[in-house]
Structure formats: structure tokens, C-alpha cells
């Protein structure tokens, strides 16, 4: 499938006919690689002033090679999408590294080539089995709902021009290199949620195909709601205007402890339901102990009991939690969107419906 509009049209008849496999943790497998300096540099950056190691989304421009393995893994592993490395590919995240917007243009796109490539060939390889590509737009590390100063409440450190500009510059590098959906995802501000969301739209406004938005935010504690003080379902409420093909939630929390959160999203969306939980929560050493075959046991029993259409990893995951998933979840027919009750929702930090 060579055209967009037909690779989009086989992942919307994908996802009504079996629950989707999304792919795992990217951190952990270059985290494993061992890079040095001079890996993350390359070629292109050996004059760059600063430390580039630790910047992940570099290996785009710098050792595409890799990035092209780990999309191979994932796919290899039973993924349906794969998303690209592009998870803080924004001029403002990027800021720390003191990247110009060129520079954080080239990743974005080159991060869809390499994923665009590896998808087709896996598709060429199983045409029964077509593999998708998903735009991977992150959080960025400063939010427009809370104040970097305790001291001054009202204190920001960013506009919301300036992080709709942010998203709007990754969005066109990720389109321009072949992504099939964009994926919006452990959102911890729904606020700069909606600069992406609105960046997207104004593209497809300027002439840009429409191309489905996944969103997925993120509950940081037992409290049920995330950073910027939602509930699920105000988060629900908040977002549902962007019509998105799928909505659900990552990171943060492992499978056990995500469960109560999903199904109440899952009984007020209308669109698809996806979760990509973390192996487990972090040990004292910050890595994570659940086995394959503990966070397959529980997805599985979620899309058993009509919670999901799309399922993955986030932290900590890896290719072996990806197929163990991906078996667990076979042949479970996929969940049915809820109702739209066609009422007025509304929501502050709690829900708000007039009948």
C-alpha cells in the first residue's frame, strides 16, 4: 500500500475487525545499545558544543540504523503500528540540547522516513498483516496549566502560541515523512494536548490530509487523575471535540494499577480505547520487574472483558512483552464504542453534562 489514503482506510477496517497491537517502550532498547558520545553525534554534529548523549530522538539524523532495528523488533514481535522516534522532537523540548528548528524539522522527518520504510517493507513481506506508522507527539517538558514557581501561581513558562508552534513545526516533519496517524500521547496538560490537536487541524486547514489522532494521556497516581488535576472523564470531555480514531492512556502506571481508569473511559467514548501500560511500577534502581507474561496476563483480561481496541507497552516494556501481548489478545473480538448521548459536556477539573 504505497497510497496514505489506502493505508488509512486498511487501519480503520484493521480495528474493526481485531483488537491493534501498538509497540513498546523505545527508551529501554537504546538505553541497551550502550551509545556513546560519538554515536549520538555522528557525523552531522562532531563540532556541536554541549553533551548530545541522552538525546534519543538525534539517532534519527545520527544512527538511523538503529532506529530502523527497533522498528524491526517491534513489528517483528506481532506490532500492528509503530510510532517514530520523535517523542521530544519539539523545538521547545529540544531547546535543552540548543538544536536550531532546522535541525528539529530534519528529525521529525527523517524519523517518519525510517519508520515509513520499515512498515512498508513488513507490510510487503505480510500483506495479510499491513503495519501502520503513528507520528509520536510527546508532552514536552514544560506545561501550560502550572506554574514552574510555587511562589507565583500564575507564572508560565511558555505561551500557548508557543507551543502550538512547537507541535505545528513537528507535525509538518511528521507528515512530510509518511506518517499514517498521529498519536498524542502520555499527556500530562491537556491544555498543551489541545495546541497539538489545534496544530493539526490548522494543517489540514492549509491543505494537509486528514489523518486520524490518537490521544492518550496519562493518570500519574492512585488519585485517578492526571498532572494538570483531570479526572478521566473531564479529560474525556476536553478532548472529544478533535473526534479522534482512538483515546486512552499510558506510562505512569502499570497494568494493574491503570485498569479502573480504562474501563471508565471505556464506558464514555466513542471513539476506540487503547492502553500502554508500564512493566509494572519502577523498582529502587528505576527499572521495571514485570515479566512478559505478567502484563500480557492482564491486557488480556481486559480486551477479554470489552475494554480495548488498541494494545502496547510503555516503560520498561520490550519486544517480548509486545508479542506476549499481542498472543494474549488474538482472536478477542474487539470492544464496541459507547453511545454518543448527543448531550452538552463541559469540564474544569470534574465533568460537567446537562441533559
Known amino acids: 500500500m504505497t497510497d496514505r489514503a489506502d493505508r488509512i482506510a486498511a487501519l480503520k477496517a484493521a480495528a474493526q475487525e481485531r483488537v491493534l497491537v501498538f509497540d513498546g517502550s523505545w527508551g529501554v532498547l537504546i538505553q541497551n545499545k550502550g551509545l556513546d558520545e560519538v554515536d549520538y553525534r555522528g557525523d552531522r554534529f562532531t563540532a556541536f558544543e554541549g553533551q ?6 538525534i539517532l534519527n539524523l545520527t544512527r538511523p540504523d538503529i532506529i530502523a532495528s527497533i522498528h524491526d523488533a517491534y513489528f517483528g514481535a506481532g506490532a500492528d503500528i ?32 525510517i519508520g515509513r520504510e520499515r512498515a512498508d517493507a513488513w507490510t510487503e513481506k505480510e500483506p495479510s498483516k499491513p503495519r501502520f506508522l503513528a507520528g509520536a507527539m510527546g508532552p514536552l517538558n514544560k506545561m501550560l496549566s502550572m506554574s514552574p514557581d510555587v511562589n507565583d501561581p500564575g507564572a508560565r513558562s511558555v505561551t ?26 502520555t499527556i500530562t496538560d491537556t491544555l498543551n494536548c489541545k495546541a497539538a490537536i489545534k496544530a493539526i487541524r490548522d494543517l489540514e486547514a492549509e491543505g494537509q ?29 476536553s478532548i472529544r471535540h478533535a473526534r479522534p480514531f482512538a483515546v ?7 497494568a ?29 534502581m528505576g527499572t521495571y520487574d514485570e ?25 520498561g516494556t520490550t519486544p517480548d512483552h509486545i508479542r506476549a501481548i499481542a498472543e494474549a489478545v488474538e482472536g478477542v473480538p474487539p470492544r464496541s464504542p459507547a453511545k ?16
Open 209 to 237: 490530509e486528514e489523518l486520524p489522532i490518537w490521544i492518550s494521556g496519562t493518570i500519574t497516581d492512585r488519585s485517578g487523575r492526571t498532572l494538570s488535576g483531570q479526572t478521566v472523564e473531564a479529560f474525556w470531555n
Open 82 to 113: 509503530s510510532e517514530t522516534n520523535t517523542f521530544c522532537a519539539t523545538t521547545i523540548a529540544q531547546d535543552d540540547y540548543e538544536l536550531d528548528a532546522e535541525s528539529v524539522y530534519a528529525i521529525n522527518l527523517e524519523g517518519a522516513k
Open 160 to 185: 500557548f502560541d508557543q507551543v502550538y508552534e512547537a507541535y505545528k513545526h513537528q507535525v509538518r516533519g511528521l507528515y512530510e515523512g509518511g506518517v499514517d496517524l498521529y498519536v498524542i500521547e
Open 291 to 315: 515479566t512478559p507474561e505478567q502484563t500480557a496476563a492482564h491486557i488480556g483480561n481486559w480486551a477479554r472483558d470489552g475494554l480495548l481496541n488498541v494494545v502496547g507497552g510503555c516503560c
Open 248 to 254: 486512552g492512556f499510558n506510562c505512569a502506571l502499570g
Open 256 to 284: 494493574e494499577l491503570m485498569r479502573p481508569h480504562v474501563a471508565s473511559l471505556a464506558k464514555v467514548s466513542d471513539c476506540l480505547v487503547s492502553a500502554h501500560p508500564n512493566a509494572g511500577l519502577p523498582n529502587e
Open 52 to 57: 548530545m548523549k541522552g538525546n534519543n530522538d
Open 340 to 355: 454518543n448521548p448527543h448531550t452538552l459536556r463541559l469540564a474544569g477539573l470534574e465533568p460537567f453534562e446537562v441533559a
